[in-house]
């Protein structure tokens, strides 16, 4: 997975200025799911899911939420979407983001392994450390 631009300017200001991270009290990240490549440059918008009853997913900033080991983090619990209950969607990224809608700020974003076709029914999910960024 790779940052945002904006989530690279921000930890190049927090690191070198002392600049708070505007982001950094949230007590939630927020998952979403993309069909297309958001971009370095893009937001949680861009390309973002739209099949209905679909929405981003919280995952509190904690323990409980995240496992970091090494230059790795990645969920500590099942992140579960909402079903497909209309609409169709094949999804082919997911980010991690700052806002529970809008134009939230991507802080990291990556392809799937393979595609998922969503349609009526389906429930898309991300098993126990499945959603996986790194540091290099």
């Not at 995952?59 to 983090?73: D, F």
């Amino acid at each position: 997975m790779s940052k945002g631009n904006t989530t690279e300017n921000d930890v190049l200001e927090h690191l070198f200025k002392a600049t708070a991270l505007s982001w950094a009290a949230n007590g939630n990240l927020y998952i979403a799911l993309h069909t297309a490549d958001p971009g370095e440059a893009g937001n949680q918008t861009t390309s973002e899911a739209t099949y209905t009853s679909y929405a981003r997913v919280a995952v509190a900033r904690s323990g409980s939420g995240w496992t970091v080991s090494g230059n790795q983090a990645s969920n500590a619990a099942l992140i579960q979407f909402p079903q497909c209950t209309g609409g169709t969607n094949t999804i082919t990224h997911v980010s991690i983001g700052t806002a529970s809608s809008g134009a939230g700020q991507i802080v990291y974003s990556g392809a799937l392994n393979a595609s998922l076709a969503v349609s009526n029914l389906i429930q898309p999910q991300f098993a126990i450390g499945a959603l996986v960024a790194t540091e290099d």
